[in-house]
């Protein structure tokens, strides 16, 4: 059976679908990337803005309209929290909560009647990384959050917090590594929360990880800015942790920040970066921030704008709030006008630009080691321009001969310049 697997959302979505994917090999069937041809097709769908449960909609009805033959199943937080309102959804054969995620497989096999024995169930000889393009894996280490954010919605959808135990995210890693991996990105919903039902915590898996691994690179997924184990930043003086997080701030105002219940205050969160990147030269912090939540005043946007401009990010992720039924910024008095909330966002994107420039250019002159993509693009005389990204998360552009393939190799790069918003790059020998 072909199985074709989609996703909306974020990281930890990835790394389910990763999960899935090696699920279904092992069981005889065949990863597609064509969705077309597929017999099964699985949608791992999100809702953590009302714009993303609109789009998963939108993917489930013409994911059935160009092959209405295939099952479709489909899981994720629109799937759990809208579950009799996708159930109703033309073409939708069998709803997967997130509580029963990881049966996924095994219910999709077994409710839909395609639990047959296969011709062949063996490991995958090529990892479904590779059949979808990807030379990185997602990792899912932990799911659920014990915190309640006043505009998050995907707490309820995901439940408690639940850990994954040390030796099973070890034994993932190293079979990722033995099939050719040379990145792995650590997942969760609450990822600086791992280890709290464990009796251990983040810096006590990643110490775990550099040591009983050979992975060349670790990446961390998305992280809260507060709860950081106090060796944490220690961590990053192995070369093998990677130099970049994501840390979300949601706002530079501290007064939104309580509004929103948010646990980290401008001062701790700037103490952090500042401590990063006095350890670490080139320390990429990116980060996520709600433009218009209910109450900002023109006072609170001006404090959140002038700090994040002081902070100085590497890629903000912009959201403008809208609101979500069923969180407690949803009945929050002053919401914003939607013309307001555009302006801001307007004049947040600029400034996310300018400084994303900032740091690219900080960075010509300096050499990296670089991971490099299978996608490339063809050039006139014979080249070709191939792509990968350093330790510091910049992707960068290489133009290299035809006849050289660089795919899923770690190889020096020099940072050359900025040219059309992205940075360019010249292979050292």
Known sequence: MKVHLKTLGCRLNEAELETWAQAFQKSGHQITKQAEVAQLIVINSCAVTQDAARKSRQLIRRIHRDNPQAKLVVSGCYATLNEEEAASLLGVDLIVSNKDKDRLVEKTLTELNMDSMPVLSTEPGEISLFTRGRQRAFVKVQDGCRYRCTFCIVTVARGEE???????????????????????????????????????NLSDLIKTILAETAIP??????????????????????????????????SGSDTVLRRMARRCKTEEFAAIVNQLRTQIPHFNVTTDIIVGFPGETEQEWQESFEFIKQIGFGHIHIFTYSSREGTKAAGLPDQLSNDIKKQRSRQLHELAEEMKLKFCTDNVGNEFPVLWEGYSEALDNDKQRVFGYTPNYLRVGSVIDNDMSVENRTLNCRITAMAEGSVSGELVE
């Open 217 to 250: 690179r670790l990446r961390l997924g998305s992280l809260e800015p507060w709860e950081l184990p106090g060796d944490f930043f220690e961590l990053f003086s192995n070369s093998r942790l990677m130099p970049h997080l994501h840390l979300p701030l949601q």
């Open 162 to 200: 639940s850990s994954r135990p040390v030796q099973a995210v070890i034994d993932e890693i190293n079979a990722l590594h033995q099939q050719g991996i040379t990145e792995v990105i650590l997942t969760g919903v609450h990822l600086g929360g791992y280890g709290s039902d464990l009796g251990n």
